[in-house]
């Protein structure tokens, strides 16, 4: 039977800031994590130029780097990927998030048998290696088509070798009636025709269906609404506005967000496809999800140029997902 200790908690580094502009040192994000007192780890891939510190950190506060990630463009990064998963093994990492842009290096946007392939040497490297890959649901990814996540993993399937993933389902939320983000590599079709359920409310949507299909190794915890709204205070350097895929996840006070009208009743579609994984993990011993990252973070897509804590919504996150750990495994203890 599952115990508490079986899922572990932590926070991206990326998360572990106020605001994006203040940004502290990796020392000082390692301490905050430690001193929060709801973390089990920190999640991160440090540049070289920082992997000595965050070592010396990670030692100093007695706290694990269990998970690592980066985003790779095919075609060019495969020995980055590689070096990474060393970097990971050095550093005790236990999962390796793997972002696979949606285009090839050369231009062309990937197929399935392009991303399966990757995945099948991504998995035999890191394997070996004893760190496991997770291919992450996100957008600008060949993911960002959520039908695509069991095509892919049904020709891995075929080979022999199970599918992990990273299950980062704000990305999924947030395209829910939200017709200009499902139009991204033509979805909304899908969605029109009813072949992909975005509602985790719904039987069949695509999050329940991965974390039933024992998909799920990893999780990112971000909090966001359907349709969230666009983050106007944050542009790309093309001019374009952040796409909006953070909602904070306890209400900020008066100006910290991009609108007052914040409403907590919209967080529970979010709230939902959590509470699927944790009950599914806490009744079902092939589950093989260990740990979740916290990651509300100030990228542009996401909390750039907010004024509320990003860290603070983290902690609370964190806090809120470890009582519905205790809940999932009460109720499952019942039966």
């Known amino acids: ?18 605001q994006d502009t203040n940004i502290p040192d990796i020392t000082t994000k390692i301490r905050m994590v430690k001193e929060a007192g709801v ?18 950190a990670s030692e100093k506060y007695d706290l694990p780097i269990l998970a690592s990630g980066w985003f790779y463009t095919l075609g060019r990064d495969e020995s980055l990927f590689e070096q990474n998963i060393i970097k990971g093994r050095l550093l005790g990492t236990k999962v390796h998030n793997v972002q696979v842009m ?17 995945y099948l040497r991504a998995h035999d490297f890191g394997m070996r290696h004893g760190v496991v890959p997770c291919f992450e649901v996100h957008v600008n990814m060949w993911s960002e088509h959520l039908g695509r996540v069991e095509q892919v993993a049904e020709l891995v399937k075929k080979r022999g070798v199970p599918f992990h993933m990273t299950l980062d389902h704000s990305h999924v939320i947030f395209k829910i009636d939200n017709p200009k983000e499902q139009m991204v590599q033509n ?6 025709a009813g072949r992909l359920i975005l509602d ?14 024992n998909f799920v190794h990893h ?8 349709a969230n709204p666009v983050n106007v205070w944050a542009k790309h350097p093309d001019g374009s506005f952040g796409r909006g895929i953070q909602y904070p996840f306890v209400r900020p006070k008066p100006g910290e967000y991009v609108t007052d009208e914040w409403d907590e009743k919209r967080i529970e579609p979010w709230k939902r496809v959590v509470r699927d ?5 806490a009744t079902h011993d092939e589950s093989p999800i260990r740990q979740i990252s916290c990651e509300h973070i100030p990228a542009i897509d996401y909390g750039a140029g907010h004024k509320y804590s990003i860290f603070e919504q983290n902690v609370a996150c964190a806090k809120w997902m470890r009582e519905e750990w205790a809940k999932a495994l009460a109720a499952a203890a019942k039966h």
């Not at 039977?1 to 800031?17: E, Y």
């Not at 979805?187 to 029109?192: E, G, I, L, P, Q």
């Open 39 to 56: 973390f089990d780890y920190i999640d991160r891939t440090p540049p070289d130029e920082e992997f000595r510190e965050t070592l010396k």
């Open 102 to 118: 949606t285009n090839h290096a050369d231009g062309h946007v990937l197929s399935n048998d392009e991303v399966a392939a990757f």
């Open 1 to 18: 039977m599952r115990q508490i200790g079986d899922l572990k908690f932590g926070c991206t580094a990326n998360g572990t800031t106020h």
């Open 277 to 281: 994984l944790l009950a599914h993990h």
């Open 200 to 213: 985790p409310a719904r039987p069949g949507n695509v999050a329940k269906k991965w974390i039933d299909a």
């Open 219 to 226: 999780a990112h915890a971000r909090c966001a609404v359907p």
């Open 187 to 192: 979805m909304k079709a899908d969605v029109d």
